[in-house]
């Protein structure tokens, strides 16, 4: 087997998922199964063949905090069951390490894009006006009543950015530090 062939597979899978994830999510805030469900076992048959037992349990690891962060986040409504299911998949991929990095500098991301986001609406259209977007509070229904549920799809409206892109620049950052800097990583030897 050719030494470089494990480092194409991780970044070609990688990429892939990120990068379709991204744009699904991004155009039409839902990241689809087919997408996430294909990418775990992918990433599950990339750790068995080329990391074997050792690189299974660093994805189990990987899994185990990926998912199960942002599964809790999503139980009290901080995010989607799309990004539940995109750190699912992805954490498979990158192990327990990369997923650790992967998740903070994409929330780091995610405060940084969100604070420019609302401030860039706020410039744009004042505050009275991006309340009543991004705010579940104080909406009322056509005849004035408060509505104190919302649909599905009047949460995704609300939110204020595509959670996966972030994701996506976060894990690029970090594959490119890891092939650079942080020994014995996935690109590592």
Request: charged share 15%; proline share 3%; aromatic share 12%.
């Given at each position: 087997?050719?030494?470089?062939l494990p480092s194409a597979v991780f970044i070609f899978g990688v990429l892939l998922l990120t990068g379709i994830s991204a744009y699904t999510d991004t155009r039409a805030r839902r990241i689809p199964n087919w997408l996430t469900i294909s990418a775990f076992f992918a990433g599950l048959v990339y750790q068995a063949v080329f990391h074997q037992w050792p690189g299974l349990a660093d994805a189990?690891?990987?899994f185990a905090i990926g998912f199960g962060t942002f599964f809790v986040?999503?139980?009290i409504g901080g995010g989607g069951g799309g990004d539940v299911k995109l750190m699912g998949a992805l954490s498979v991929w990158l192990g327990f390490k990369l997923t650790?990095?992967?998740?903070?500098?994409?929330?780091?991301f995610v405060i940084l894009g969100?604070?420019?986001?609302?401030?860039?609406a706020v410039m744009r259209h004042g505050v009275k006006r991006v309340k009543q977007q991004y705010l579940a509070t104080g909406r009322t229904d056509a005849q004035g009543r408060a509505v104190t549920t919302e649909t599905i799809q009047q949460r995704r409206e609300r939110r204020?950015?595509?959670f996966a892109v972030p994701v996506a620049i976060a894990t690029w950052?970090?594959?490119?530090?890891?092939?650079?800097?942080?020994?014995h990583g996935q690109l590592g030897p």
């Amino acid at each position: 087997m050719p030494e470089w062939l494990p480092s194409a597979v991780f970044i070609f899978g990688v990429l892939l998922l990120t990068g379709i994830s991204a744009y699904t999510d991004t155009r039409a805030r839902r990241i689809p199964n087919w997408l996430t469900i294909s990418a775990f076992f992918a990433g599950l048959v990339y750790q068995a063949v080329f990391h074997q037992w050792p690189g299974l349990a660093d994805a189990g690891r990987a899994f185990a905090i990926g998912f199960g962060t942002f599964f809790v986040l999503w139980i009290i409504g901080g995010g989607g069951g799309g990004d539940v299911k995109l750190m699912g998949a992805l954490s498979v991929w990158l192990g327990f390490k990369l997923t650790l990095y992967a998740m903070v500098l994409s929330m780091v991301f995610v405060i940084l894009g969100t604070g420019l986001i609302m401030a860039w609406a706020v410039m744009r259209h004042g505050v009275k006006r991006v309340k009543q977007q991004y705010l579940a509070t104080g909406r009322t229904d056509a005849q004035g009543r408060a509505v104190t549920t919302e649909t599905i799809q009047q949460r995704r409206e609300r939110r204020v950015m595509a959670f996966a892109v972030p994701v996506a620049i976060a894990t690029w950052v970090i594959m490119l530090l890891d092939s650079v800097a942080i020994s014995h990583g996935q690109l590592g030897p």
